[in-house]
């Protein structure tokens, strides 16, 4: 929370916590969300991919963003229940007979993606069950190990066996219909996952300002005190697990939606580690930090992408000889990714939204700010 | 019963190239408290530098000499990659929050698994021509491959130096200190900076040896970086901060990887090999979280 402009204060704890405290903030927000609304006529069509593809690096760290940011439980293998979120959701648009009516409703998908998140959440805090037992180092072990159960085990060896397909489900296009609306262009499948991401933020915003969020914000301080303060400890941070799940599930739902098809490579280690990467390049325990993480990741990988297929064409067309270099240009985004998260830990340690945060404040604070310390 | 000693053998000697890549870890862990996750990296990078030791020393020389040649040249190198690393990227971290660090260790192992594919691609690359024979060892009924029997030896001897650097050498002894009251020792006039390059220059070298030697076993890809990994469950076993718990553990985990490869991948598909170990850490972890001689850290308010 910024400080409030100059001559602004509030007398109640309700007025203090409102969604929107100033009419100023109103504004804001409802400029933005018109911005959000006309973005797929206000840039170009190639963009829209990036665009929803932030939206999922939002919804999937949203997850890791109370783990870790809210709750103080390090995750490292979140990519193993937005999984699960997938496949649930995949199997359930395909396998299960639906009436006519329903499907002609368009009701199949939606369902499914409740069903995902449930899935999802349950797998979460199955093995979140350890972390009534064993904290830190060790609770990253047993995430890690969920993610080595999950994917490579459990979804490679079994679940992709049914029907006999494979590796990979594919989604015949048309399936994927919410009410009167079929998913198949980038516009809609933008919009709905503006729709996802914004419902989620509300949901997790309330959260964390009722009772619940208080909890967990107690037990990332210290657990021991929360303890004898008198919170449930285990019952709050399998609290946590199940709807970090949940929001995973939701991610992992959406996401199919996008590629109209699920496989097991979209849910490797790395992404696990990416989404740990954005909340710290964003800022732990800040909602707007993981926006700004993943639109800062996205960009990064955007970039990197866009110049190193500049370079290769110009290699190819200008030096034949020199085709091998493309090759290893792959490998020098991975390296330069690396480097980029490892540089943003050492001279940014606060994240993108602790300078978001001095911005706001110089503004709100604009002529008397306090410039000591 | 003549598979099962096989399978036990074949893995204490498998196991032991574990115990070599954990020790390393071990000793970051103890000295400077970074928990580190790019140890399948730092092996992948050993086993590539010596292959390009090898193919280099095998023109001018016999495969025995070339060999060894090539992995002092390997423990050399990682000598330089861990000082260097300390020096540029962890020293900077030193204080900064548990998690922050582990995720600079992250993106290191993104940065090397880049600069390995780099240098080197992604084909699976073997050691040409072969340093050990194919010809299995024979004893009492028992078949072992000789590369394994090699690795054990190798594995052991290093293991040796590196315990008798600890208990014997000046250097040995500051990191003991550094490792056990890092105030007092700095209050003795130890240097912990020299002290976390030091261990960060051990990890390396052992990590080193380690992946030549898995690279001889299987090949060298990416896969030796899921192998490096296997040092978590290792270190889960033994406890974080002990070093014959990381000696055991690497054994164990060693023999239960080639017991889950020997009866259970019959009854499940793909490769339960892999994930054997890390199933039993999920389970250990529930009835022992402290391993079998981690420090039990007691917390107060």
């Known amino acids: 929370m910024s400080y409030l402009p100059c001559g602004t204060y509030f007398e109640s704890y309700a007025d203090d916590q409102k969604w929107w405290r100033t009419n100023f903030i109103k504004g804001k927000m409802l400029v933005m969300i018109i911005l959000l609304a006309a973005a797929p006529y206000l840039v170009d069509s190639q963009w829209m991919s990036v665009f929803y593809t932030i939206n999922y690096y939002i919804l999937a760290a949203l997850g890791v963003q109370l783990l870790i940011g809210y709750c103080g439980q390090i995750t490292l293998g979140h990519a193993a229940f937005v999984a699960v979120g997938g496949y649930t959701s995949a199997m359930m648009v395909l396998f299960i007979p639906w009436p006519e009516f329903m499907v002609d409703a ?16 349950l797998w979460s805090v199955l093995f979140g069950l350890p972390s009534a037992r064993v904290k830190g180092f060790y609770l990253i072990m047993t995430t890690m190990a969920a993610q080595w159960i999950t994917v ?3 979804i490679t060896q079994y679940v992709s066996q049914i029907g006999g397909r ?19 262009s980038d516009e809609k499948i933008y919009y709905f996952s503006i729709i996802l991401v914004l419902l989620c933020f509300i949901v997790m915003g309330n959260l964390l300002r009722s009772k619940v ?61 990416l989404w740990v990467g954005i909340i710290l390049i964003g800022g732990v325990g800040s909602i707007q930090g993981i926006v700004f993480g993943s639109v800062f990741v996205v960009m990064v990988f955007k970039l990197l992408e866009m110049s190193v297929l500049g370079l290769s064409d110009i290699l190819m067309t200008s030096y034949p000889e020199l085709g091998w270099v493309t090759t290893k240009l792959i490998f020098f985004k991975e390296s330069a990714f690396g480097l980029a998260i490892i540089f943003f830990l050492i001279y940014e340690p606060n994240g993108l939204s602790y300078r978001y945060w001095q911005l706001k404040n110089y503004f709100n604070l604009w002529p008397f700010s306090y410039t000591g310390k | 019963m003549e598979l099962f000693l096989q399978l036990i053998v074949t893995g204490i000697m498998l196991g032991s190239i574990f115990a070599l890549v954990s020790l390393g870890w071990v000793l970051i862990y103890k000295c400077s408290g970074v928990l580190n996750l790019a140890m399948g990296e730092l092996t992948m990078i050993g086993g590539y530098v010596c292959l390009a030791f090898y193919e280099r020393f095998i023109t001018i020389m016999p495969i025995n000499y070339a060999f060894v040649l090539a992995l002092i ?15 540029v990227f962890l020293r900077k971290m030193i204080g900064e929050p548990v998690l922050a660090v582990i995720m600079v260790t992250v993106g290191l192992s993104f940065f090397f698994k880049g600069m390995v594919f780099m240098f080197w691609d992604t084909d699976t690359q073997i050691f040409l021509p072969r340093v050990f024979s194919i010809e299995p060892i024979v004893v009492g009924g028992i078949a072992v491959g000789a590369v394994y029997v090699w690795s054990f030896i190798a594995a052991m001897i290093l293991m040796v130096v590196f315990v008798c650097f600890f208990k014997y ?21 130890v240097s912990a900076k020299f002290v976390y390059a030091l261990a960060w220059a051990i990890a390396f070298m052992a990590a080193g040896v380690g992946g030549t030697l898995l690279g001889n076993i299987n090949g060298l890809n990416y896969s030796v970086s899921g192998l490096g990994l296997l040092v978590l469950p290792v270190v889960v076993l033994g406890g974080l901060n002990s070093v014959p718990g990381a000696i055991v553990g690497g ?29 039993f850490m999920v389970i ?11 420090w039990e850290r007691i917390e107060r308010v």
């Not at chain 1, 368009?106 to 959440?121: D, H, N």
């Not at chain 1, 494979?166 to 198949?184: N, R």
């Not at chain 1, 590629?259 to 979209?266: A, Y």
């Not at chain 2, 054994?251 to 054997?276: C, H, R, W």
């Open chain 1, 106 to 121: 368009g009701l199949v998908y939606p369902i499914s993606i409740v069903c995902a998140g449930f899935a999802a959440a």
């Open chain 1, 152 to 154: 490579p085990l459990v």
């Open chain 1, 166 to 184: 494979g590796q990979s489900f594919s989604l015949p296009p048309g399936l994927i219909k919410i009410g009167p609306w079929t998913i198949d």
């Open chain 1, 213 to 273: 969020g208080r909890a967990w914000i107690a037990i990332r301080d210290n657990d021991i005190a929360a303890e004898t303060m008198g919170v449930n400890i285990v019952g709050y941070k399998l609290l946590a697990f199940f709807v970090a799940g949940f929001f995973a599930g939701i991610a992992g739902a959406f996401w199919i939606s996008a590629l109209f098809f699920v496989s097991p490579e979209h849910y490797e280690w790395f992404y696990s580690l």
């Open chain 2, 73 to 87: 040249g390997t423990m050399v190198i990682g000598l330089i990659l861990g000082l260097l690393t300390e020096r």
């Open chain 2, 169 to 189: 050498t000046r250097w040995g002894l500051s990191m003991q200190a550094c490792a056990d009251d890092e105030m007092a020792a700095l209050s003795l006039g």
């Open chain 2, 251 to 279: 054994i164990t985990i060693g023999i239960l990887q080639n017991m889950a490869g020997g009866y259970l991948s019959a009854y499940f598909p793909g490769d339960i090999k892999e994930v054997a170990p890390f199933i």
């Open chain 2, 284 to 294: 250990f972890l529930l009835f022992k979280p402290y391993g079998l001689w981690g």
